[in-house]
Nanobody, 121 residues
């Protein structure tokens, strides 16, 4: 069983910062991609940022230069540093990972429960 536990969400004023963390635990053989998605009310879930096992980072255009994704492979944890937050960043943020639970299994996607980020103007 694999669990993703997110933390770090909350309420912040525009221009402020938050740091999200996602700890992955359970039966883990290897982790490939780790990432963060978000879903605002009435909108589709979108990829915010992702990072591969080799450290390649991808960001949605709206957060480039403001958000930074990182991972600690020893702790099976992924982070999202969010700076210069804007009201339009308000959403539920979900952690996601692609991993194998043993040597014979293929990579599968797993999701966290989500954490609310609210940016006031």
């Amino acid at each position: 069983q694999v669990q993703l536990v997110e933390s770090g969400g909350g309420l912040v004023q525009a221009g402020g910062s938050l740091r999200l963390s996602c700890a992955i635990s359970g039966s883990i053989f290897s982790i490939n991609r780790m990432g963060w998605y978000r879903q605002a009310p009435g909108k589709q879930r979108e990829l915010v940022a992702s990072i591969t096992s080799g450290g390649r980072e991808i960001y949605v255009d709206s957060v480039k230069g403001r958000f930074t994704i990182s991972r600690d492979n020893a702790k099976n944890t992924v982070y999202l540093q969010m700076d210069s937050l804007k009201p339009e960043d308000t959403a539920v943020y979900y952690c996601s990972t692609q991993l194998r639970i043993d040597y014979s299994s293929g990579y599968q996607d797993y999701w966290g429960q989500g954490t609310q980020v609210t940016v006031s103007s």
